[in-house]
């Protein structure tokens, strides 16, 4: 019992002369005021017929509030009008879908907020074409801007 006393002091003693490391803190640059887009994903994630692919669109504090987001959808597949839209929490939120051939247009009554993280999962997403990577761009318009601001392009790889 004595020799573990003296192991445990011994240790402690040591570990508290050893200097320690300090690091400072970097600064993250803003990388933008706009939405961005943050993560996607598809359902099931092979090579089915239908999936649900979904993305994460991130409204910075500092943006402007969302009023519309058009997405448009890769040659090769099918959108169905069959969207769920949610925040960070899961909360549902109130949009009119539209869905026009290779466009879908999503219109918010109530305009999203600064802060806010969107999910948007396309639900029912036929797929009669080939590719190893869907890409679907992104717009966005913002409050008291009349017009699409390019946002990005999500990505979902198929193996």
Do not use: C, H
């Not at 925040?87 to 466009?103: H, M």
């Amino acid at each position: 019992m004595r020799k573990l006393i003296y192991a445990v002091a011994l240790t402690l003693t040591i570990a508290s002369l050893s200097s320690a490391a300090y690091g400072t803190g970097t600064t993250m640059m803003k990388t933008s005021r706009f939405p961005n887009i943050i993560g996607a994903v598809q359902f099931p994630q092979n090579k089915a017929k239908v999936v649900r692919d979904s993305f994460q669109l991130k409204i910075p504090q500092d943006s402007r509030a969302l009023s519309q987001m058009t997405i448009a959808v890769p040659q090769g597949l099918t959108v169905k009008n069959d969207i769920n839209l949610s925040d960070q929490s899961g909360k549902k939120i109130a949009a009119n879908i539209t869905v026009n051939g290779r466009t879908i247009t999503i219109a918010f009554p109530q305009q999203v907020a600064p802060g806010t993280e969107l999910n948007i999962d396309l639900n029912r997403v036929l797929i009669s074409g080939t590719s190893n990577a869907w890409l679907y761009p992104v717009s966005v318009r913002l409050v008291g801007l009349n017009a699409d601001i390019p946002v990005g392009v999500f990505r979902l790889r198929i193996y």
